[in-house]
């Protein structure tokens, strides 16, 4: 049996849904089949409850998400991708920080509107959306208005994206290889290229290009897309699918 939460039936249909694509979990293209609600844990190294490392507003966000208050980042703890040169690896990894229940992170994204940030951006959520689904459907309940962003390595199935239909306003991939072989070399996901560019696709279809309002992002698509040396990253073949695939509008962020 599953031990799912007491009261998973006050949630919506959606984060049901993701729930029970936890237990066996196929939540993304790992498929580890792993029963998360039973302590069980795969690839990206946490069960089912959010562990965070961090929670606060960040400065250091792109301009169009941080405005006056900061971008109210929650930092989660594991992660689907096995990349070697990840910033964040005691983090991603180690899965360093402190499990939390569904209402206390609930809380701390009103305590992030509290605070005065601009919007919610979660930071490696893709093997957490159960709980966090459910955690912003609680938080909205409590009030929360501010924007929802999907702050993601890129790295998820297209079946989970549309169960997020309607929670998320602004998707920010990161769109990392071109090529498998690179892919599986440094991020230990050989089919990373086919299912970044099909989850960029699913998202698009449902927040569109970018939209701002004084300045801030409101809703829609922003790409992030990392530079390697000797052409590593693919980064004319990405912005060639960006450009004749999604939109010619989309916005990128390219670091070095
Ligand atoms: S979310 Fe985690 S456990 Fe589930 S399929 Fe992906 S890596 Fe495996």
């Known amino acids: 049996m599953t031990s799912l939460p007491a009261n998973i039936g006050s949630f919506s249909k959606s984060v049901q849904q993701l729930w029970a694509r ?3 979990c196929t939540l993304c293209p790992r498929k580890c089949k792993v029963y998360r609600s039973k302590g069980q844990i795969g690839f990206c190294g946490v069960a089912d409850m959010p562990v965070v490392s961090s929670v606060g507003p960040h400065f250091g ?3 169009v998400l941080v405005g006056a208050g900061g971008s109210g980042t929650i930092f989660f703890a594991g992660c689907n991708l096995g990349c070697i040169f990840c910033q964040n690896f005691d983090i991603s990894h180690h899965c360093h ?3 939390l229940t569904i209402e206390q992170l609930a809380q701390s994204m009103l305590q992030l509107r509290d605070y005065g940030c601009s919007n919610i951006n979660l930071v490696t959520p893709t093997h957490l959306v159960p709980v ?3 955690a912003i459907e609680s938080a909205q309940k409590g009030g929360l208005n501010l924007p929802i962003v999907y702050n993601t390595g890129g790295y998820d199935s297209v079946e989970t994206l549309k169960l997020l239909d309607g929670f998320i306003d602004i998707y920010m991939p990161d769109m990392k290889y071109s090529d498998s072989g690179v892919a ?12 970044n560019r099909a989850g960029v696709k699913e998202m698009h279809r449902q927040v569109g290009d970018l939209q701002l309002k004084e300045g801030a992002a409101t809703r829609g698509l922003l790409v992030r897309h990392l530079v390697l040396p000797n052409k590593l990253a693919g980064s004319f073949e990405i912005i060639d699918f960006l450009a004749e695939q999604i939109s010619p509008k989309t916005v990128i962020n390219v670091m070095d």
């Open 22 to 24: 936890m237990n066996p």
């Open 132 to 134: 966090i689904m459910a």
């Open 184 to 195: 599986q070399q440094f991020s230990s996901a050989a089919d990373y290229p086919q299912v």
């Open 61 to 63: 966000e792109e301009t």
């Open 97 to 99: 920080g402190r499990q």
